[in-house]
């Protein structure tokens, strides 16, 4: 079967924008760590848009060689501005041109997400 | 008395870096009505490092006119990279020069903050 759609289980790419400060991947790692934690075995790989690695893309093949066939594409920005607007469809749609045959979602930034909202808003009144 | 620090409420101050298209502000001021909520009563304003308005020393100059006599800038970034290191310690100097009677704190990066991290990564898994 030349297809991972049918056959292959569900990863996520946890796709942020990358900085030049190498620490500042560091809580996109735990994110992954306490993915690995709470949902044992789910294929989870990181990927920035400028200045990290690796690239979506490959994140994207990574995850497809491991036999994806689902990719939830969950952008770690702290809301839906011009990039996820504009350049990240842009990159994704490169990422279905390049595996026709692998199911892939973009979903809204992390960052507008009600639970995440509240816990930054519940952070902020901790002191 | 002529100190807000002793007479005056805890202020916060949900500072970001801002970005070209005004809805990216949409998250933070949900951030802003949940403190409301949740505390009702404490000062809070946004603040931003670039391309949107106020800046931390106008958001800072409203919260103590206000009568906030301690501040708690809190970081609306997603992790502790060199605008956390260098670019803000000295926004807030600056505001510190400005209002020696008000004590500031400068809290790290809500992105690295367990609750929020655990946030995204459930919000990564809820596809």
Do not use: C
Request: proline content about 7%; overall charge negative.
């Amino acid at each position: 079967m030349s297809s991972n759609e049918q056959t292959g289980r569900a990863g996520i790419v946890l796709f942020g924008h990358g900085a030049r400060d190498p620490e500042w991947a560091g809580p996109m790692k735990r994110m992954a760590a306490r993915i690995e934690e709470t949902a044992p075995g789910t294929p989870v790989a990181l990927a920035f848009m400028e200045f990290m690695s690796p690239t979506l893309d490959e994140a994207v093949d990574r995850l497809v060689r491991d036999g994806a066939g689902q990719i939830r594409i969950v952008p770690v920005f702290l809301a839906q501005g011009g990039h996820l607007k504009r350049d990240v469809p842009l990159l994704v749609d490169q990422a279905r041109a390049r595996h026709p045959d692998v199911g892939m979602t973009l979903v809204t930034a992390a960052g507008e997400a009600e639970p995440v909202v509240n816990a930054i808003a519940e952070y902020a009144l901790a002191g």
